[in-house]
T-cell receptor
């Protein structure tokens, strides 16, 4: 089975712009979660989608949004980019939303905001 | 206040040493995960625990639900074990420890 894929892998944007990141889960996985990783804050949960519905949301401003399509692929969008949004954005897929489901991580998208 | 605390933050070991990384959490959880992250960013799930102990090769993970504590042990450490190890707990969402950076010297 193919693993979790994320596109693009690297991205450079300017403050004020918006960005859309994409995540394709492992075939058969219906849950996709997004995470932000920075040197200062470590890994932080952004949101989780299951069957096209947002199930949980972390403590991030409304500039961060996401969606999931019927084929379980997911996108996250960050509007009005700030320098502090520079981070590695990771998505992970799993069979379900229960904590007892193993998470499979993608390689991440490294976003640099200048 | 961080829901998940890991120790130590950094660890250097000689090849062959027995290594222990500790994780304490303060919330009720449905499961605890141990993750491994190599330079470059890729994260691999090592273990998922809700009770007891699991073993995979040279890696052993234990959890004590009453004490809200988990440990990750690496026996006969090897330079390829050098990575960041992250403890994560699942409640309604995932909460992550700050990670333990392990360097194993040949």
């Amino acid at each position: 089975k193919a693993g979790v894929t994320q596109t693009p892998r690297y991205l450079i944007k300017t403050r004020g712009q918006q960005v859309t990141l994409s995540c394709s889960p492992i075939s058969g996985h219906r849950s996709v979660s997004w995470y932000q990783q920075t040197p200062g804050q470590g890994l932080q949960f952004l949101f989780e989608y299951f069957s096209e519905t947002q199930r949980n949301k972390g403590n991030f401003p409304g500039r961060f949004s996401g969606r999931q399509f019927s084929n379980s692929r997911s996108e996250m969008n960050v509007s009005t980019l700030e320098l502090g949004d520079s981070a590695l954005y990771l998505c992970a897929s799993s069979l379900g939303t229960s904590g007892s489901n193993e998470q499979y991580f993608g390689p991440g998208t490294r976003l640099t905001v200048t | 206040k961080n829901e998940v605390e890991q120790s130590p933050q950094n660890l250097t070991a000689q090849e062959g040493e027995f290594i222990t990384i500790n994780c304490s959490y303060s919330v009720g959880i449905s499961a605890l995960h141990w993750l491994q992250q190599h330079p470059g960013g890729g994260i691999v799930s090592l273990f998922m625990l809700s009770s007891g102990k699991k073993k995979h090769g040279r890696l052993i993970a234990t959890i004590n639900i009453q004490e809200k504590h988990s440990s990750l042990h690496i026996t006969a450490s090897h330079p390829r074990d050098s990575a960041v190890y992250i403890c994560a707990v699942r409640r309604n969402q995932f909460y992550f420890g700050t990670g333990t950076s392990l360097t194993v010297i040949p």
